[in-house]
């Protein structure tokens, strides 16, 4: 059986994207922690698989080392993934992955660094409260295109679990459990329910991250 190795934290919300997709596919895997507190990603060896010094790094088998979150959950999918989580079908396929670069531009992109950085990882004394209100204003904004989806659907690109789903229900942990003010969503809230029943979400996603805390 092929064995995928990355590198990369667990309690990355990338890292987490990749091992929830690896998780899902049934794939094999060693996992090494790298970053943050490991450490790790700032050496000879690591920056000449990834220049950028980030993480997850993916290698599958003997090739090539792969690097940022997206382009390796595409990866995962071409090589590994059946209908309906990647189908064949062109357009069917291109419909998933507008609605998964949408969920990593749109939902990932205005959570991680505007709300879940600025609350988590940022001492309270420190916090820009209006910056993170305009954030959190801005991101219920981008859920509400969700909500309308997921009232009409099971998952966001349609009526099965498909790639889209890795890249925006990875977030989705975080969003429900920090402080914060969040508008009324029950459609998401429910979608969020569904995939907490899911044992590579729980796996992967609803982990600790109580070592990213500041004070």
């Known amino acids: 059986m092929t064995m995928i190795t990355v590198w990369g934290r667990a309690n990355s919300s990338n890292v987490q994207a990749v091992m929830w997709a690896i998780g899902e596919l049934g794939l094999a ?31 599958d088998a003997d090739g090539e080392p792969l690097w940022e979150s997206a382009a390796i959950l595409r990866y995962l999918a ?10 064949a079908e062109l357009a069917a396929r291109s419909h998933i992955d507008k609605w998964a670069e949408w969920a990593k531009l749109n939902i990932a992109g205005g959570f991680t ?26 991101l ?37 459990d920090i402080e914060i003010e969040r508008p009324s ?10 995939l907490a029943e899911r044992p590579a979400y729980r796996e992967h996603v609803m982990i600790s991250y109580e070592d990213l805390k500041v004070g």
């Open 185 to 194: 969503h029950p459609a998401i809230e429910s979608y969020y329910d569904r």
């Open 78 to 87: 071409w090589r590994y993934g059946e209908p309906p989580f990647w189908p």
């Open 113 to 138: 660094a505007p709300i879940f950085w600025r609350v988590v990882r940022t001492p309270a004394k420190e916090r820009d409260e209006a910056a993170i209100a305009a954030a959190l204003a801005s």
């Open 29 to 59: 895997y060693e996992r090494h922690d790298v970053g943050h507190r490991h450490g790790g990603n700032d050496t000879a060896e690591f920056l000449a698989m990834n220049p950028n010094g980030t993480v997850p790094v993916v290698r």
């Open 140 to 176: 219920g904004r981008k859920l509400d295109i969700a909500e309308v989806q997921l009232r009409n659907h099971a998952f966001l690109a349609g009526h099965d679990f498909t790639l889209a789903d890795i890249q925006f229900g990875h977030i989705l942990h975080r969003y429900f």
